[in-house]
């Protein structure tokens, strides 16, 4: 099956190399002609629609997409992200889910070691220390295992998942029907790694970036925001598949969410943003970095403006709650491996029971810490509340304390109603903020409801 749907996407591909645009509305229409049972009926529909308009966003996405990304990048991201990892894994993760009565992933961030060359502020990685790897190995056997779980995304941070650049290259040749993303500060990209990314096809970057320069270099170091943009316009010269990845918080959020900035993260070539914001983890964390009430409401806005109006896939780990039906950690999306081995549900919560090498990934999906996680998923029914540390602080202490979960920062473990304390003022405030903004959520989605019924009985008269 793999090898007939390999010699058809090689047959897609080829066909879309010349004039791709003029020739997605004949392939769309052959889409529905096969899709026999109706199963992607609204879907197929739906993009037809995205795509008929050439001034749309979506179109000029799809475009520049199709006109300067490496075809064989783009071929990788339809057959292990699409088919592999959501199509055909979503079966196997369901069977193993019913049959285990435990979470199953759709992807496994991992830090490959960590070690960084950079000591950026408030950055929570910095508190596992430099000096643990996950070994070639040890990274081999959580992919083996995860496939036949049905997993086929995994993503790095670290450290500076980099450092280990020639392994990463090695996973990905050998997992050929898995894809991978790397969260990377872009100083060790060189034409040598550019070459293999573009060998390999299906290992994608996400750049490491604040703002604009002023605001990177203020966390991150001076100059760092040039060895970042750099990195980009050698990523985007070799054609790559790449975009950026931004933590908002107190002095930033405007400069990441500003039209000047995205615009520019576009120009160099960027096609998707994670927007992530500032967490208090680690005994030093800076408090004031927390971003206030009003600027993630604003963020929230403001994502989904970019999704309007801007050619680029902008995704918010926290306000896009709503679209995920709250938290997606604890292995209900995805879950974390440092890279000690300790298997934590999020990458922000460091608190484990058990180690990849004592156990399977399945039974570190049994874990008494990831049952908590399942039995209270979600942890608020105002999904724009959806995280146990930052939002429901309560909830994380309730589920450190049930499951007998341990610190697993190495340089000061913390205690995680200390860890707490600092999260509750800031969740006390947003959650005045988050519920004014879920009711006009939920009032517009009934309003869209009411006016979509009252069209589809007009047409049946």
């Given at each position: 099956?793999?090898r007939?749907?390999?010699?058809?996407?090689?047959?897609?591909?080829?066909y879309l190399?010349?004039?791709p645009m003029?020739?997605?509305p004949a392939?769309l229409?052959l889409?529905?002609?096969l899709?026999?049972g109706?199963n992607?009926t609204?879907?197929?529909?739906?993009i037809?629609?995205l795509?008929?308009?050439?001034q749309?966003?979506?179109?000029r996405?799809?475009?520049?997409?199709?006109?300067?990304v490496?075809?064989?990048?783009?071929?990788s991201?339809v057959?292990?992200?699409?088919?592999?990892a959501?199509?055909?894994?979503?079966a196997?993760?369901?069977?193993?889910?019913e049959?285990?009565?435990?979470n199953?992933?759709?992807?496994?961030?991992?830090d490959?070691?960590?070690a960084c060359?950079l000591?950026?502020?408030?950055?929570w990685?910095?508190?596992?220390g430099?000096?643990?790897s996950?070994s070639?190995?040890?990274?081999?056997?959580i992919?083996r295992?995860?496939?036949?779980?049905g997993i086929h995304?995994?993503l790095?941070?670290g450290?500076?998942p980099?450092?280990?650049k020639?392994?990463?290259i090695?996973?990905?040749?050998?997992?050929?029907?898995?894809?991978?993303?790397?969260?990377?500060?872009?100083t060790?990209?060189?034409?040598?790694?550019?070459e293999?990314?573009?060998?390999?096809?299906?290992?994608?970057l996400?750049?490491s970036i604040e703002?604009?320069?002023?605001?990177?270099?203020?966390?991150?170091?001076?100059g760092?925001y040039r060895?970042?943009?750099?990195?980009m316009?050698?990523m985007?010269?070799?054609?790559?598949?790449?975009?950026?990845?931004?933590?908002y918080?107190?002095?930033?959020?405007?400069?990441?969410g500003?039209d000047?900035?995205?615009?520019d993260?576009?120009?160099?070539?960027?096609r998707?943003?994670?927007?992530?914001?500032?967490?208090?983890?680690g005994?030093?964390?800076a408090?004031d970095?927390?971003?206030?009430?009003?600027?993630?409401?604003?963020?929230?806005h403001r994502i989904?403006?970019?999704?309007r109006?801007?050619?680029?896939l902008a995704l918010?780990?926290?306000?896009?709650?709503?679209y995920?039906?709250?938290?997606?950690?604890?292995g209900?999306?995805y879950?974390h491996?440092?890279?000690?081995g300790?298997?934590?549900?999020?990458?922000f919560?460091?608190y484990?029971?058990?180690?990849i090498?004592?156990?399977?990934?399945l039974?570190?999906l049994?874990?008494?810490?990831f049952?908590?996680?399942?039995k209270?998923q979600?942890?608020?029914?105002n999904?724009?509340?959806?995280c146990?540390?930052?939002?429901?602080?309560?909830?994380?202490?309730a589920?450190?304390?049930e499951?007998?979960?341990?610190?697993?920062?190495?340089?000061?473990?913390e205690?995680?109603e200390?860890l707490?304390?600092?999260t509750?003022?800031?969740?006390e405030?947003?959650?005045?903020?988050?519920?004014e903004l879920?009711a006009?959520?939920?009032?517009?989605?009934a309003?869209?409801?009411?006016e979509e019924?009252?069209?589809a009985?007009?047409?049946?008269?």
């Amino acid at each position: 099956m793999r090898r007939a749907r390999n010699a058809t996407l090689e047959l897609l591909f080829r066909y879309l190399s010349d004039k791709p645009m003029s020739k997605l509305p004949a392939m769309l229409s052959l889409a529905q002609q096969l899709d026999r049972g109706h199963n992607y009926t609204e879907q197929i529909k739906g993009i037809k629609e995205l795509l008929s308009d050439p001034q749309g966003v979506w179109y000029r996405f799809t475009k520049n997409l199709l006109e300067e990304v490496n075809p064989r990048c783009l071929r990788s991201i339809v057959e292990c992200l699409l088919f592999n990892a959501t199509l055909d894994g979503s079966a196997t993760r369901k069977e193993v889910e019913e049959k285990y009565n435990c979470n199953v992933p759709w992807a496994i961030l991992m830090d490959p070691t960590s070690a960084c060359n950079l000591n950026c502020t408030g950055c929570w990685a910095a508190q596992y220390g430099q000096k643990n790897s996950l070994s070639f190995d040890t990274l081999d056997s959580i992919i083996r295992q995860g496939k036949e779980l049905g997993i086929h995304f995994y993503l790095y941070s670290g450290g500076e998942p980099l450092v280990r650049k020639d392994d990463l290259i090695r996973l990905a040749e050998k997992h050929d029907d898995c894809y991978f993303l790397a969260f990377t500060n872009g100083t060790l990209v060189d034409d040598k790694f550019c070459e293999d990314l573009a060998r390999v096809g299906n290992v994608t970057l996400a750049f490491s970036i604040e703002g604009n320069e002023e605001a990177t270099d203020m966390r991150r170091g001076k100059g760092t925001y040039r060895r970042v943009v750099e990195a980009m316009e050698r990523m985007r010269a070799h054609n790559l598949f790449f975009g950026y990845s931004t933590c908002y918080h107190r002095y930033n959020t405007e400069s990441v969410g500003s039209d000047e900035f995205v615009d520019d993260m576009i120009a160099r070539g960027c096609r998707f943003a994670w927007n992530f914001t500032y967490i208090p983890v680690g005994k030093d964390a800076a408090l004031d970095l927390i971003a206030t009430p009003e600027q993630r409401a604003w963020m929230y806005h403001r994502i989904r403006e970019i999704r309007r109006t801007k050619p680029i896939l902008a995704l918010d780990f926290w306000n896009d709650g709503e679209y995920t039906s709250g938290c997606i950690a604890g292995g209900r999306c995805y879950l974390h491996i440092n890279a000690a081995g300790d298997v934590e549900p999020c990458a922000f919560i460091h608190y484990s029971n058990v180690n990849i090498h004592d156990v399977t990934l399945l039974e570190a999906l049994q874990a008494p810490l990831f049952m908590q996680y399942r039995k209270r998923q979600p942890f608020n029914q105002n999904h724009l509340r959806p995280c146990p540390l930052l939002d429901n602080p309560d909830e994380l202490v309730a589920m450190v304390r049930e499951s007998g979960a341990r610190s697993t920062e190495m340089m000061a473990p913390e205690d995680v109603e200390v860890l707490c304390s600092k999260t509750r003022p800031a969740a006390e405030k947003w959650a005045v903020k988050a519920d004014e903004l879920w009711a006009k959520a939920k009032a517009a989605s009934a309003r869209g409801l009411r006016e979509e019924s009252a069209a589809a009985i007009a047409g049946e008269r």
